[in-house]
């Protein structure tokens, strides 16, 4: 099993910035995927990012487009905690986040949440326009 806690959520005004973190415990993989993923009410889970690591190399990262550019996801080198930061945020980007996470590496259940075994219990993000 793995836990994962999220933290770092709040209130921040647009264009302002916010680092969200993911910290893992439990089993460990060799090769793993972290991904973020975002909800509001009445909607369906949005992927943001996910990046995928054997060991601490990282093998691949990628964004949705709507905040390609803005956030980045990335890990405290030998540490288990994954990061968000976002940039630039805007109003839009207003939602419930939570981090996954799954073993090994497949890019064609990269975006969906389906291809996540676990998952944190979310942090909200709230930005005033």
């Known amino acids: 099993q793995v836990q994962l806690v999220e933290s770092g959520g709040g209130l921040v005004q647009a264009g302002g910035s916010l680092r969200l973190s993911c910290s893992a415990s439990g089993h460990t993989f060799n090769t793993y995927t972290i991904a973020w993923f975002r909800q509001t009410l009445g909607k369906e889970r949005e992927f943001v990012a996910a990046?995928?690591?054997?060991?601490?190399?990282?093998?691949?990262?990628h964004y949705s487009d709507s905040v390609k550019g803005r956030f980045t996801i990335s890990k405290d080198g030998p540490g288990n905690t994954v990061y968000l930061q976002m940039n630039s945020l805007k109003a839009e980007d207003t939602a419930v986040y939570y981090c996954?996470?799954?073993?090994?590496?497949?890019?064609?259940?990269?975006?969906?949440?389906?291809?996540?075994?676990?998952w944190g219990q979310g942090t909200q993000v709230t930005v005033s326009s």
């Open positions: 996954a996470a799954r073993g090994g590496f497949d890019s064609s259940q990269l975006t969906a949440a389906s291809g996540y075994n676990y």
């Open positions: 990046r995928s690591w054997s060991g601490d190399n990282s093998l691949y990262v």
